[in-house]
């Protein structure tokens, strides 16, 4: 059995209404039931959805938007006189589109601007004073932010006592006290009334461009796309005709620099979504600001020479390779790091707060996202500047935490904060991380419940593999662009048979299914998770929560599954039986256990015969390992005890073969809350322990050759037990028990150790004698535990269910 990673939350939509959808757009249900769960139920808002807006008019009015006439007012006056003008934008991808695209507008206008981006590492976000001073040597008169602002009060006080003026745009969250500047321009400001409130920094630099030259500039929103899917805003309304038409420009005539982005990339513009957006624009520009200077992603996004937007990609790809890299060794540490803490505490704290010296800033909000990843937990990540005695970070959130809430709380331990619920920067002194950590433990202590702590993925629907032919794929696609607000469809597919698994990439560390269900056979691929093809084998029926794609390849086109999860609900049997040379040999067992110990310290090695049980104790003392042995019951390992009861085991290693059914059932009805069986006992059993087929025809030899090794005087048993393994071709173990047989039939007596033959041996049916019947039970038993093993394992979860059921187990069959 594997469990989901993730908790699935499956929407159900109103049958009528997708009833309703699908007949009137002529839609497919799949598309209906996912334009329902999102919220257009009526098929006029749902074709609206659908079909987009040709003319750009369901692009708001720029003047909605509060402070902007005061905006485009003190612009135009700087304009007319002829005034310095500086553009102040931000190192992020939003920041450096914005930032951009104010530098179109500017050269548009011929304006006399120059533009300012502080350094990440060596400044930080935001305002400064110190660029202010340089803005005042170059006398500037009027500042004009992007994508940052609305929290540099004493800044803009700083920059208004130098005569000069500041226009701010920004989307980040207002705090309570506003800074006075000529203008604020920010949706999210509480008196502004702008219908859609999620524009990212480049929608409000956009809207700005729109006030000014009295049209939206539609060559673009190319830039626009770029920093509203790289940071992460809602791709509904506003944002999504903006995207989806940056799109659609960068895909027909992409600039240079875009262009050259895609191609180092691996990436072709014709074919370009917001997906190649986020993993291939976004991280190279990101990645100027990490580690060098974002002015470099400006140049790039601006450029109209092909050859400096060609050296300019290689230089922000290299970047990205060398930010991949830091990312992993600060991952690394920070791992190391937390495990620690959890040691000590015995708990994953409620916020995981983790600071570093040497770590980059520039990349430690990816490392708080791949932590957060690894342990569910709001994660802020500080880099250490010993020399100037600070820090400076970045914060991700899980769902119901508001870290930017959260860090307000604890604003007098920070020198600087700012973000949004999901995600926020901060710098502080050294000294302050102690206090820091511990205000933002206590106020979570208050805030999350057990349920935040379950990671959830929220999927659309259930559907079959039919129905998701490639029309009704491409189908969905009317639905892009996809991203924040408008995820890609995630769909649940139920017992689904693995037909094949395989691992692939240059460490094995992805995943390759195929899967088929009722005659419907579909590739599917699941990134990052390699290592479970360790537990899947082929028969298995899974449920998977994937995305539904087209996998394109040399012309072919065909049904793809991208899995984000997966689970296998049934009792799992893995064979590892080729594994074991003699059933003293444990050290498959101990492998294979350590292995299986990742999943949590529930795990059993069943043992059916002392001798192995001895073995067991003594090598695994060290894994909190219990024991099942016929005779002594349930032991521990030295590690075990420290553990619950073992009722709660979950895994069982079984190495030895059961003796009889009885045994086995008995075995298996000491674990009910088993989910893996792994069987590692000889693949083909000791030949000093098989049994041969017990026929009367075999038994029958066995007796002619047994009257002629023993006379009516007493022989030794030992002895005539070999004899009859000569001449009959069995295994020691099938020549005790058919003389048991004999035995009880009174065809022979035994005392110590020796054996007679009764010369006139009554007439008694083979049958009737229960050591015959337990002969062949136990032989079918064996042929059993020794046959193919995907016939063995339906075979042992359907004993184990019935062993549960509190039924009658089925009955061995003699010709199995």
Known sequence: MLHSQYQWKIASPEQAAVERLSGELGISPLLASLLANRGYEAPASAAEFLDGDEDLSGLHDPFLLHGMKEAAARIRAALERGER?????????????????????????????????????????????????????????????????????????????????????????????LPQAVALVNPKLAQCEYPYKGLAGVGVAFKLAHALLGEPPAEW???????????????????????????????????????????????????????????????????????????????????????????????????????????????????????????DTGAVPNVIVLAGEGWNVGVVGIVASKILERYYRPTIILGIDKEKGSCKGSARSIPGFDIHAALLSVEETMDHFGGHPAAAGMSLSIGQIGDFETGLNAYAANLLKPEHLIPVIEAETECSLADLPIAVIEELDRMAPFGMSNPTPQLVLRNVKLQRVMTMGKTRNHLKLVVEQDGCTVEAVAFGKGALAEYLSEGDRLDLLAEPGINEWRGSRKPQLMVRDLALPAVQVFDRRSQTASAESIEPFRKTAEMVLACGPDQIAAAVNETTLKVSQKTLAQLPVW??????????????????????????????????????????????????MVLLYPASGPSAERLSDPSRERIKTIYVELRRAASAADTNEKELVQRLCRTSGCSPRMIRMTLDVFEELDFVSRAEGRVKVNPTPPKTALDSAKAYRVLQEAEALERRMLGPGEDLGMWLTERLQRVRSGGAAEALSFSV
């Open 627 to 676: 024991l099942y042995d016929e005779y002594s019951g349930i032991q521990g390992t030295e590690s075990a005890y420290r553990y619950a009861d073992p009722a709660g085991t979950r895994t069982l290693f079984v190495l030895d073969l059961p003796d009889t059914a009885e045994q086995l059932d008995k075995m298996l009805a000491e674990f009910p809350l088993l989910e893996n």
């Open 85 to 177: 003008i500086w553009i102040y934008g931000d190192y992020d991808a939003d920041g450096v589109s914005s930032t951009a695209l104010m530098i179109r507008l500017m050269t548009k206008l011929e304006a006399n601007f120059g533009t300012y981006i502080p350094h990440r590492s060596k400044e930080g976000y935001g305002l400064h004073r110190h660029a202010i001073d340089k803005a005042l040597a170059e006398e500037v008169k009027l500042i004009v932010t992007v994508d940052t602002g609305i929290s540099a009060v004493d800044q803009i006080a700083y920059a208004s006592e130098l005569g000069i003026d500041v226009v701010v745009t920004d989307h980040h969250e207002p705090p309570a006290v």
């Open 221 to 343: 929103m190319d830039l626009t796309a770029i920093g509203t899917v790289a940071d992460l805003m809602p791709l509904t309304g506003e944002n999504r005709l903006l995207v989806s038409r940056g799109i659609e420009l960068m895909r027909r005539n992409p600039s240079p620099g875009v262009k050259e982005l895609l191609a180092v990339a691996g990436s072709k513009p014709d074919q370009l979504t917001s997906v190649g957006i986020a993993f291939a624009i976004a991280p190279r520009i990101n990645a100027s600001g990490r580690l060098d200077h974002a002015n470099r992603a400006v140049d790039l996004l601006v450029t109209e020479e092909r050859d400096r937007a060609e050296h300019l990609a290689s230089v922000l790809d290299l970047l990205n390779k060398e930010r991949q890299k830091n990312v992993e060794d600060i991952v690394s540490e920070a791992v190391a790091m937390l495990e620690q803490k959890i040691a």
